[in-house]
């Protein structure tokens, strides 16, 4: 079975100038490789994510101690030296997604990590906020690589019914990164200083970039066949060949129309633009959760600097225990339905909903139990069990999203649906957490996730209603890419 999403632009011709794999076998296609060498990918794409997302929260637990050091006294610039990483994670994909489209995956990787790099280095020895601020927002734009392009490696390696579980691989970066970043940057800024969280992160990414240069390979159909009909031409002296996905345009018009191909898909893919404001309502509700769980918890518990960063844990779990459950059983749900759905003979995406479609409410519960138990100080483990919901009804949202996406746009946009996804949920992820410190203070911390509680309850609905008619919605509204 495999759904359409799965073929090629232009599809099998018997023309015998298209350039196209040698066979269903051809061991040069990605989706042939070994299976050992595919799944080393994947874990490459996930410890790349996970130091980019690692160093989104690890400085948090720091961050009042950077104010003290370099005189910073808006509480809105404090809260900036946190979110507007994420600010980077939604400007980098509207560039990464169309740059990787023209030149391939592994080139991105390769000079992104070393950005990264550069830039996490300038943040480690920055002298003032200004300065920090900026090298802190083109990490992050470096960093948004592996979640803007990750979606498309997976696509471009696994076949339909296989993605479930190494989309969980790819999840786990995004997942524990953001969860120890604040458990290991807490203790590690206490006893260290600010300044160590980002060498740490230096160090881990160094780590997996000089392994990347090693065993890395290009994954995207497209730019292998160009090369292989490169190399044809050159052996052949036949101008005339052309590779099977050739757009026939040039690399200009190409990179023009894959710049804004994310934003159309936004605009004009009404599963797109509700996938992901759901997914970015979701996601922003974490980070705001990250950047107050220090406040909170010492105010309430009396948790220090150290200390602090454990109190992350709780969602951690959740997130761990959602993740498990969802990678190892959603390619089984897949094949599952579609056996018992005798209408087609394809894998429809939309069975990839079934988690979100039943328990979103999941998400809001976890919100009124946090909101209301922290605000009446019952014991530290109580509110951070409400966290733990809040990690496993935040994941059952943003993974069969993310999931659903790829399988909607296969190789050949998967990385532009994501780029659009990954934009509007890093804006939340960005902005959503400087309004929290007030929202408490003038709500209360009940009232306060109450209202977020009451935000996710409206939610409900929307992934029911895509996993019942999200095959017809996508019949009646293509998007022309």
Request: proline share 5%.
């Amino acid at each position: 079975m495999s759904t359409s999403a799965e073929k090629g632009p232009v599809g099998t011709t018997n023309d015998d100038n298209v350039v196209d794999w040698d066979g269903p076998d051809d061991p040069q296609n990605p989706l042939n490789w070994p299976v050992r060498k595919r799944y080393l990918h994947a874990i490459f794409v996930s410890s790349i994510a996970l130091y980019s997302n690692l160093g989104s929260t690890v400085f948090a637990p720091g961050a009042p101690l950077l104010m003290r050091e370099l005189g910073v006294t808006s509480s809105i610039v404090g809260s900036l030296t946190v979110s507007i990483y994420v600010l980077g994670f939604a400007v980098g994909p509207l560039i990464l997604a169309p740059l990787s489209e023209l030149y391939g995956r592994l080139v991105i990787y390769q000079t992104t990590n070393i950005i990264f790099m550069a830039f996490t280095l300038g943040c480690a020895l920055a002298t003032d906020s200004s300065m920090f601020l900026a090298f802190r927002f083109i990490a992050g734009c470096a960093g948004s690589a592996p979640m803007t392009i990750g979606g498309g490696t997976i696509a471009d390696v696994f076949p339909q019914e296989e993605r479930g579980g190494v989309m969980g691989l790819l999840a786990l970066g995004p997942i524990i990164g953001p969860v120890a970043g604040p458990v290991a940057g807490g203790f590690l800024a206490q006893n260290a200083g600010w300044r160590w969280t980002f060498w740490l992160i230096l160090i881990l990414s160094g780590i997996v970039c000089g392994s990347s240069f090693i065993w890395m390979r290009e994954t995207y159909a497209a730019i292998l066949l160009d090369r292989k009909t490169a190399r044809l031409r050159k052996e052949t002296g036949n101008l005339e060949l052309r590779s099977r996905l050739d757009r026939g345009i040039s690399a200009n018009a190409l990179l023009a129309q894959s710049v804004i191909r994310p934003l159309k898909l936004l605009v004009f893919s009404p599963i797109v633009l509700l996938i992901s404001v759901y997914t970015a309502f979701a996601f922003g509700l974490t980070f705001l959760l990250y950047t107050t769980f220090p406040r909170v918890f010492s105010r309430q518990y009396g948790f220090g600097t150290g200390i602090s960063g454990l109190a992350y844990l709780g969602m951690g779990i959740g997130f761990l225990i959602a993740l498990v459950v969802f990678a190892s059983t959603s390619d089984r749900i897949l094949k599952a339905k579609a056996l018992k759905d005798k209408s087609t003979s394809q894998y429809k995406p939309e069975y990839r909903l079934i988690f979100m479609a039943y328990l979103t409410p999941v998400l809001p519960i976890g919100f009124f139990w946090y909101g209301w138990s922290a605000e009446q100080q019952t014991h530290w483990i109580v509110p951070i069990l409400g966290t733990g919901l809040i990690g496993i009804g935040s994941l059952f949202i943003i993974m069969p999203a993310q999931t659903y996406l790829v399988d909607v746009f296969g190789s050949e946009a998967a990385a532009s649906a994501l780029a659009a996804n990954t934009l509007l949920r890093s804006l939340f992820g960005a902005f959503l957490p400087m309004a929290g410190g007030s929202m408490y203070d003038a709500l209360g911390l009940g009232w306060g996730n109450s209202v977020l509680g009451f935000i996710g309850l409206a939610f409900i609905p929307v992934p029911y209603f895509f996993y019942k008619f999200g095959d017809r919605i996508r019949r009646k509204w293509p998007v022309k890419l």
